[in-house]
């Protein structure tokens, strides 16, 4: 059976990029440059192909980033293996894609919710995937808050779900460490009796 990328011409599958808003450009960090906000949650990784993906960033990000330093804010929240992690292929395929002055323009990534696998993932994979000095580059931002620190506020949108999990993370702190399980749960609710269950989070990216 085709993917969905396979029925979708290159031309539709960057219209399903810009339509989910997954990269924009939008507001300043606290040094005055350019940010690029990076929503991982919206990315139809299904229904994109990789050179899709190359060809969007090509056309409508990396024109704007060529000139002047510019950081990125990439938020991790709720991104699944199976839903919208672009997997380590296309990671590497759009490290090399990216333009020598991009990459030396890139100042800092902050990475939003990361989460224990993600750390993991990037421990392991970080330095393969990612040339250039890139991987160095990546500064861990466990909440909001300490997200403020770095870029200003009044000029990002960040969607509703991402402060919806971040007070979540202040009843749960242990979900920061992959100790429990960041599936939703009743408040109060009388623990379960089967304590065979792992609250091990499975996923490979969360």
């Not at 040339?131 to 861990?140: A, H, I, P, R």
Request: aromatic share 10%.
């Amino acid at each position: 059976m085709d993917s969905p990328s396979a029925r979708l011409s290159l031309s539709d599958q960057m219209k399903v990029i810009e339509k989910l808003e997954v990269f924009k450009i939008q507001g300043r960090d606290k040094h005055g440059r350019k940010v690029l906000r990076i929503i991982g949650k919206s990315f139809p990784a299904r229904s994109v192909s990789k050179e899709a993906l190359n060809e969007y960033l090509r056309e409508k990000i990396f024109p704007s980033l060529e000139e002047k330093p510019f950081s990125i804010v990439y938020v991790h929240t709720d991104v699944h293996r199976s839903e919208n992690f672009p997997g380590i292929s296309t990671l590497r395929s759009i490290n090399d894609a990216i333009p020598e002055n991009v990459k030396d323009n890139l100042e800092a990534v902050h990475f939003v919710h990361p989460g224990l696998q993600a750390r993991l993932f990037l421990a392991t994979f970080g330095r393969l995937l990612f040339t250039g000095g890139l991987y160095k580059k990546v500064n861990y931002v466990t909440r909001l808050e300490f997200l403020w620190d770095q870029v200003r506020r009044n000029e990002m949108e960040i969607p509703e779900f991402v402060y919806d999990h971040d007070e979540e993370l202040e009843f749960r702190p242990m979900m920061d460490y992959g100790i429990e399980s960041d599936h939703p749960r009743v408040y109060g609710a009388p623990p379960a009796m089967d304590s065979s269950v792992s609250m091990y989070s499975m996923r490979c990216i969360g």
